[in-house]
């Protein structure tokens, strides 16, 4: 009541506004967080989430002091549901709601760096952003982790609502559509699932990969791909490969993708990987010197959730150690990030091959089953390595070295342990061996 008042007492909403929209609303439960409100019908429904959401949310915290998220529900929902508690935020069959977008405000056109690999697509999704519907339809973008698949794919929704607010936007990612789907299905709830998906203006679904193997959820999007294309709404997808790569996608879904355009995103360049250094630098109101950017730049290659990462490392350590940022501290903080990924990018094949070298042998004998000392001794160390230096395990081990049991790789493991610590020429060839595998 006391909100009701505060919306009464503007001019803004006085008169028919007021007795029309406000004075029908009936709050039904508050737990402190979700304000949930009863209205009476569903244009009451887009009403508030459109023009009186945001006053309403700062109403409540003028009063409460706290960020309440409002809840709409009709009043036929209520009569259909036995308990109106309030569900969690996302997922849920509660949670659909056209008006819903999911958009992320950080993901931007403005906050995106273009470069020589993203160009295209930025220039795509762009231009999908200022025309939905009407130009690429639809627009599929792939390309590898972290390269900014679904940082455009927010900046076309939030483009799109930015300049007209009318526009139904909704963002999921196809395991979203997919638990939807199944729980709809379960609680037959599908003319619901059906409403929200295919009264959109402009659906991004991320990362379709997912689809793959999931045959109903697939004749499901089909249906909702069609619905959708027909009367003209935009859709726009992503995955980390082309739609003809993905196992088990249908024939008809390939197909369809293929209407619009495609366009991939590679791994940015060493100047673009410093140009977006500079940018969340500068938007994080972080100091560091131009070297040491093109340091973490030139350290980080694969891709720009890495990257963003190694910054926040490097602030992180600067913060601790209470010094400032340069080369030297760069190159402190990253060293744990290098030497996890040489770890990982370490195969048992590259340490039997580097041992066998080493020892002037061959990596057959290694591999193979004579009993010499000068081939079971060099077997054990590559043995021991490779559990030292990979991650794979006792059994997988043992299989690249010929097929052996994972005891042998056990033995062989203790031994080479016991033995370099009273053996200071076998420690020194060992980490001889280690320093070589390192570079
Ligand atoms: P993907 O969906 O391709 O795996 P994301 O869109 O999630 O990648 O990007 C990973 C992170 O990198 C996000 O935080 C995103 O904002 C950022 N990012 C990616 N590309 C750029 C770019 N060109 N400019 C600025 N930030 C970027
Ligand atoms: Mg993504």
């Given at each position: 009541?006391?909100?009701?008042?505060?919306?009464?007492?503007?001019?803004?909403?006085?008169?028919?506004?007021?007795?029309?929209?406000?004075?029908?609303?009936?709050?039904?439960?508050?737990?402190?967080?979700?304000?949930?409100?009863?209205?009476?019908?569903?244009?009451?429904?887009?009403?508030?989430?459109k023009m009186l959401k945001s006053q309403l949310v700062e109403y409540a915290y003028s009063i409460t002091y706290k960020n309440i998220?409002?809840?709409?529900?009709?009043?036929?929902?209520?009569?259909?549901?036995?308990?109106?508690?309030?569900?969690?935020?996302?997922?849920?069959?509660?949670?659909?709601?056209?008006?819903?977008?999911?958009?992320?405000?950080?993901?931007?056109?403005?906050?995106?760096?273009?470069?020589?690999?993203?160009?295209?697509?930025?220039?795509?999704?762009?231009?999908v952003s200022e025309s939905p519907g009407k130009l690429y339809n639809p627009l599929f973008l792939y390309g590898g982790v972290g390269l900014g698949k679904t940082h455009l794919m927010h900046a076309i929704g939030n483009n799109i609502v930015k300049h007209d607010p009318s526009q139904r936007v909704m963002y999921v990612?196809?395991?979203?559509?997919?638990?939807?789907?199944?729980?709809?299905?379960?609680?037959?709830?599908?003319?619901?699932?059906?409403?929200?998906?295919?009264?959109?203006?402009?659906?991004?679904?991320?990362?379709?990969?997912?689809?793959?193997?999931?045959?109903?959820?697939?004749?499901?999007?089909?249906?909702?791909?069609?619905?959708?294309?027909?009367?003209?709404?935009?859709i726009v997808l992503t995955s980390d490969r082309l739609p003809n790569e993905v196992p088990k996608l249908k024939d008809r879904l390939v197909s369809r993708f293929a209407w619009g355009l495609s366009v991939d995103i590679t791994a940015p360049d060493l100047e673009t990987r410093t140009a977006i250094l500079r940018a969340k630098a500068k938007a994080d109101n972080m100091d560091i010197p131009a070297d040491a950017l093109g340091y973490i730049a030139s350290q980080i290659e694969s891709n720009v959730r890495e990257l963003e990462g190694a910054l926040s490392r490097v602030q992180a350590y600067a913060k601790l150690n209470n010094a400032p940022i340069d080369t030297e501290l760069v190159a402190n903080a990253l060293r744990p990030l290098k030497l996890a990924k040489a770890r990982s990018a370490l195969t048992v094949s590259d340490i039997i091959s580097k041992v066998a070298s080493y020892y002037h042998i061959s990596v057959k004998e290694i591999k193979g089953t004579k009993r010499v000392k000068a081939i079971v001794v060099p077997r054990q160390i590559a043995m021991y390595l490779s559990r030292e230096m990979t991650d794979n395990s006792l059994p997988k081990i043992g299989d690249e070295f010929g097929g052996k049991d994972h005891t042998t790789v056990i033995h062989a493991y203790d031994k080479i342990s016991r033995a370099s610590a009273n053996d200071s020429d076998l420690s020194k060839q060992i980490s001889d061996i280690k320093t070589e595998l390192q570079h």
């Amino acid at each position: 009541d006391k909100i009701k008042n505060k919306f009464k007492a503007d001019p803004k909403f006085e008169g028919t506004t007021y007795d029309t929209w406000i004075a029908t609303v009936k709050p039904i439960a508050y737990d402190g967080d979700t304000l949930t409100l009863e209205l009476p019908s569903s244009l009451h429904r887009d009403y508030w989430e459109k023009m009186l959401k945001s006053q309403l949310v700062e109403y409540a915290y003028s009063i409460t002091y706290k960020n309440i998220s409002p809840k709409f529900v009709l009043e036929e929902e209520l009569q259909k549901e036995s308990k109106p508690a309030a569900k969690p935020a996302d997922g849920g069959q509660d949670s659909y709601s056209y008006t819903d977008t999911h958009l992320e405000p950080n993901y931007t056109f403005e906050t995106f760096v273009i470069g020589q690999g993203n160009k295209m697509a930025q220039a795509a999704a762009l231009a999908v952003s200022e025309s939905p519907g009407k130009l690429y339809n639809p627009l599929f973008l792939y390309g590898g982790v972290g390269l900014g698949k679904t940082h455009l794919m927010h900046a076309i929704g939030n483009n799109i609502v930015k300049h007209d607010p009318s526009q139904r936007v909704m963002y999921v990612t196809s395991e979203k559509f997919a638990n939807d789907f199944i729980g709809a299905i379960q609680n037959n709830k599908m003319d619901e699932f059906r409403h929200v998906y295919r009264n959109v203006d402009v659906l991004l679904v991320d990362d379709i990969q997912f689809f793959g193997n999931k045959e109903g959820t697939q004749d499901e999007f089909f249906n909702t791909f069609q619905a959708l294309y027909s009367n003209h709404k935009q859709i726009v997808l992503t995955s980390d490969r082309l739609p003809n790569e993905v196992p088990k996608l249908k024939d008809r879904l390939v197909s369809r993708f293929a209407w619009g355009l495609s366009v991939d995103i590679t791994a940015p360049d060493l100047e673009t990987r410093t140009a977006i250094l500079r940018a969340k630098a500068k938007a994080d109101n972080m100091d560091i010197p131009a070297d040491a950017l093109g340091y973490i730049a030139s350290q980080i290659e694969s891709n720009v959730r890495e990257l963003e990462g190694a910054l926040s490392r490097v602030q992180a350590y600067a913060k601790l150690n209470n010094a400032p940022i340069d080369t030297e501290l760069v190159a402190n903080a990253l060293r744990p990030l290098k030497l996890a990924k040489a770890r990982s990018a370490l195969t048992v094949s590259d340490i039997i091959s580097k041992v066998a070298s080493y020892y002037h042998i061959s990596v057959k004998e290694i591999k193979g089953t004579k009993r010499v000392k000068a081939i079971v001794v060099p077997r054990q160390i590559a043995m021991y390595l490779s559990r030292e230096m990979t991650d794979n395990s006792l059994p997988k081990i043992g299989d690249e070295f010929g097929g052996k049991d994972h005891t042998t790789v056990i033995h062989a493991y203790d031994k080479i342990s016991r033995a370099s610590a009273n053996d200071s020429d076998l420690s020194k060839q060992i980490s001889d061996i280690k320093t070589e595998l390192q570079h």
